[in-house]
């Protein structure tokens, strides 16, 4: 069963939609007994860090949610915001992260931008592995992925990044720590690419 | 490396598909979840559905109308019609849409941008001009279906939405719009060269070249197009078509 955690942000129906139509069992979870049988979870998110991580808190998921990711070891999968989420803090809010993986989420530095090279960095992008994951099964080593943000998750712990993308500079656009995974891009949004990538997550 | 995004514009009329010429005689072209679902399998970039309704009949955004089609959109999806506050573009945000686009209320109260940027984040706010030319140089903006002239200018309010935290800007040419003799390059390039964030422009593709030819001569830009997508022929036959992926290649 995987669970999807709606706190009010991310596009929850399309990662339902997708599961559906892959015929994977997966339930929303919008309360703390959702969780019951759950084995993996989705973290979605989309917009301001502060205000994703208010949300979250407000959600009363947050409890259940730390004990399954960090003591029951569950995996976990972050999209986007809910990637950045996972990180220790954001230079795009002044709220902790949830600091699941050893990362900050900075912003794209903008002497380096504007003109050529516009923020936010929207559009398909290549998704460029750096090692062979699970997550990428059956996904073409630079196949692309969308993407819809201004600010990047930046790995303290190298190890941790598994896939990088590139604008303006290189950075992680997928991150794995033991059972923690997150990416920048949005599966949910990328045509057959992220159903593959969304299909691996739920064989993990 | 980041592509340029080719982008069909959906236009929804009496809960049908449309498509105007000059923003005028719109011709009914079909469903709009039908249509949705012919570009899922074509694996468009992005789509845009704007309800040109709405804000001239006064109304809210039909909320379920919205919510049918994010259910079915495998692409990222913008939606642009009557949204007025800030509680409306997060409600629509909520139903399963990447982005709203909104134009009208922008003119009367520009702070608004930043409300919604503040809250939903600039990535989600696309800011729609629909201008048309003025008789002796220049632009106009207009709203309400081009039945309403703003009196302001548009590289200002253009720099000034951007400043305010819109995330993406659409240019959308009446003169051009389904006129299919390609886009208006002048007014593009006048509009980039005042933006560092996405462009998306819009009205007078007739043929893929005329996307390729602004990708080439722009660079990273948002093409989008409605009766290059929807028609075919000289006699303009409803038929949904899009750039393969080898297509799409030949044009970047």
């Known amino acids: 069963m995987i669970g999807i955690v709606d706190y009010g942000i991310g596009n929850i129906k399309a990662f339902s939609n997708i599961y559906k139509q892959l015929d994977i069992p997966h339930r929303i979870i919008t309360s703390k007994k959702h969780f019951k049988d759950v084995e993996k979870i989705i973290l979605p ?24 990711v960090l003591n029951k070891k569950k995996p976990v999968l972050g999209i986007c915001v809910g990637m950045q989420m996972m990180a ?20 794209f530095n903008k002497e380096k931008f504007g003109g050529d090279k516009p923020l936010p960095h929207m559009g398909w992008n290549s ?12 996904i073409n080593v630079n196949a692309r992925f969308y ?10 712990n ?35 690419n992220g159903m593959q990538l969304l299909k691996n997550f739920s064989n993990l | 490396m980041l592509y340029p995004r080719i982008i069909p514009c959906l236009l929804i009329h009496n809960k049908g598909l449309v498509k105007t010429v000059k923003f005028k005689d719109s011709k009914y072209v079909g469903d709009p979840i039908n249509a949705v679902k012919i570009f899922n399998e074509k694996e468009v970039d ?36 009557g949204i007025k506050t800030t509680a409306q573009a997060q409600k629509i945000l909520s139903l ?14 520009p702070e608004l941008i930043k409300e919604i940027s503040t809250k939903v984040g600039s990535q989600s706010v696309v800011v729609v001009f629909d201008v048309r030319k003025k008789l002796f140089g220049g632009y106009d903006i207009h709203t309400h279906n081009a039945k309403n002239k703003i009196k302001q200018d548009l590289l200002e309010l253009v720099e000034r939405v951007q400043n305010l935290g819109a995330g993406e800007i659409i240019i959308n040419s009446i003169d051009n719009d389904g006129v299919m003799k390609g886009y208006d390059l002048d007014l ?65």
């Not at chain 1, 220790?88 to 900075?106: F, Y």
């Not at chain 1, 598994?162 to 949910?188: K, L, R, S």
């Not at chain 2, 399963?96 to 003119?107: C, H, L, Q, T, Y």
């Not at chain 2, 509009?191 to 560092?196: I, S």
């Open chain 1, 45 to 68: 998110g989309v917009g301001a860090f502060d205000h994703a991580m208010i949300r979250l808190g407000e959600s009363g998921l947050l409890e259940t949610l730390n004990d399954l």
């Open chain 2, 188 to 252: 593009i390039g006048k509009v980039k060269n005042k933006l560092n964030i996405p462009m998306t422009v819009l009205g007078g593709a007739g043929t893929l070249k005329d996307i390729g030819g602004t990708i080439e001569k722009f660079g990273i830009i948002g093409c989008a197009a409605g009766s290059l997508f929807v028609f075919k022929g000289k006699y303009k036959a409803v038929l949904i078509s899009y750039p393969n992926v080898e297509g799409k290649q030949k044009l970047f």
């Open chain 1, 158 to 192: 190298k190890e941790n990044s598994i896939a990088f993308a590139e604008y303006g500079d290189q950075f992680t656009c997928a991150t794995n720590q033991d059972n923690i995974f997150g990416v920048q891009f949005h599966p949910e949004k990328s045509h057959h």
């Open chain 2, 46 to 81: 992005e789509l845009i559905i704007l309800d040109i309704d709405a804000t001239v009949e006064n109304r809210e955004p039909d909320y379920k109308m919205i919510e049918n089609l994010a259910n079915e959109c495998r692409m990222p999806l913008c939606y642009g019609g």
């Open chain 2, 96 to 109: 399963g849409v990447e982005k709203i686009a909104i134009s009208s209320v922008v003119f009367d109260n």
């Open chain 1, 88 to 107: 220790k803090s954001s230079e795009e809010g002044v709220l902790s992260g949830l600091g699941w993986i050893e990362a900050t989420v900075n912003k």
């Open chain 1, 127 to 138: 998704v460029n592995q750096i090692a062979s994951n699970p997550l990428f099964k059956d």
């Open chain 1, 147 to 156: 993407f819809l943000h201004s600010y990047y998750f930046k790995s303290i």
